[in-house]
């Protein structure tokens, strides 16, 4: 049964970082992808990009280029979102999902979220 | 930028059925653009509902179905029932590698 499990909830300064961890288990970790969505308050869905670990791959939308890192550790199975610069706008609830991509893309399974809260 | 738009509202009935479209600022939906479905409900991650325009996620009811309509992708609810009553946001590929939700729409079953 696949399982994301992300890393528990931040509360950060603006101009500060935060590293979101995403741990993946029971399936192929290095056969998918894995994207991060956010969800501001009150917000919609805003996918920010993904790393591909089957070629390590990345593509971040242009919203987030410049400020957003995603990385994984094959062997730890665990992939990680970094923020960069973190405004007040940055609060959100952080969701790692697993990517299928191919002739049926998609995002299949859903870690539990981490709510990121940034604030002086 | 090309925006992906969707109703922000919409209303059913009990029992009815409903239709939640997913179109372009400019442009067409078409099956290459590969739309997918999710539904949330508060404090929830989101729930993979349709991907490849009609293909149903595991048990996923079959009331939710996914077309093409006109230049739109489709999500119809059969038989819409109370626990329908979330937010549903739909995902078109724009290129190879990056997708793009929609804003959102938010049902209300009454």
């Known amino acids: 049964q696949v399982h994301l499990v992300q890393s528990g909830a931040e509360v950060k300064k603006p101009g500060a970082s935060v590293k979101v961890s995403c741990k993946a288990s029971g399936y192929n970790f290095n056969n998918f992808g894995i994207t991060w969505v956010r969800q501001a308050p009150g917000q919609g869905l805003q996918w920010m990009g993904w790393?591909?670990?089957?070629?390590?791959?990345?593509d971040y939308t242009q919203k987030f280029r410049g400020r957003v890192t995603m990385t994984a550790d094959t062997s730890a199975t665990t992939a990680y979102m970094e923020l960069e610069s973190l405004r007040s706008d940055d609060t959100a609830v952080y969701y790692c999902?697993?990517?299928?991509?191919?002739?049926?893309?998609?995002?299949?399974?859903w870690g539990q979220g981490t709510l990121v809260t940034v604030s002086s | 930028q090309t925006v992906v738009t969707q109703e922000p509202s919409f209303s059913v009935s009990p029992g009815g059925t409903v239709t939640l479209t997913c179109g372009l600022s400019s442009g067409s939906v078409s099956t290459n653009y590969y739309p997918s479905w999710y539904q949330v409900t508060p404090g929830q991650p989101p729930r993979t509902l349709i991907y490849n325009t009609n293909i149903r996620s595991s048990g996923v009811p079959n009331r939710f179905s996914g077309s093409i309509l006109g230049n739109k992708a489709a999500l119809t609810i059969a038989g819409a029932q109370a626990e329908d009553e979330c937010d549903y946001y739909c995902v078109l590929y724009m290129h190879p590698a990056i997708a793009v939700f929609g804003g959102g729409t938010k049902l209300t079953v009454l």
């Open positions: 790393i591909n670990l089957y070629n390590g791959n990345k």
């Open positions: 999902a697993r990517d299928v991509r191919g002739d049926d893309p998609r995002f299949d399974n």
